[in-house]
């Protein structure tokens, strides 16, 4: 089953500081924190801040590339969890046929944003991402992923600072 899931924010792992970026459904029951790379999260911080360059970036060369080209971002599925890895797909449609891609969570949700369409995560990968291991030093010091999930299911929007939504 698929869940649509909101970024409500991105945080800095205080151990390892590796961005997390902070996934949340509607009825904010569902928390997944995706720990991604520096240049990600700043790619999806620059978007949740509405951040004009005076040339594009990345993933604002990529949207703009498939705007013209007709082809809209349907939306982004979050599909799998295998050994601590996350997958992606992104559904796109030229008008007259739909196909996906795939992709890493981080870059789809930076597409995601960019074209204001949704994200979905599949239900088995929230139960997956509940035995995931933490980066070392969440663990190390006792804290168990339950915990540090657990923590985050009370964070509001409020609570991630300037890269809140």
């Keep these: 089953m698929l869940i649509k899931m909101n970024v409500v924010g991105l945080t800095i792992d205080p151990f390892t500081n590796a961005p997390i970026i ?3 459904d509607k009825e904010e ?19 949740l801040e509405k951040m004009e360059f005076s040339r594009p970036m990345t993933h604002d060369l990529l949207h703009n590339i498939l705007k013209k080209m007709e082809v809209k971002v349907e939306r982004v599925e979050l599909t799998d ?7 992606a797909k992104i559904f796109m449609s030229d008008g007259s046929e739909t ?5 890493r969570p981080s870059d789809a949700i930076a597409l995601a944003l960019r074209a204001k369409t949704q994200i979905f995560v599949d239900s088995l990968v929230l139960e997956k991402s509940k035995e ?5 030093g969440l663990d190390s010091k006792g804290v168990s992923n339950a915990d540090f ?5 009370d964070f509001s929007p409020e609570d991630f600072g300037k890269y809140k939504m």
């Design 132 to 136: 995931i291991e933490l980066p070392k």
């Design 149 to 153: 999930t657990s923590k985050l299911d």
């Design 22 to 24: 902070i996934l949340k």
């Design 29 to 47: 029951k569902n928390t997944l924190p995706i720990w991604i790379g520096i240049m990600e999260a700043s790619a999806i911080a620059s978007e």
């Design 99 to 103: 196909f996906t891609v795939d992709a």
């Design 81 to 87: 969890l295998v050994e601590s890895v996350y997958y």
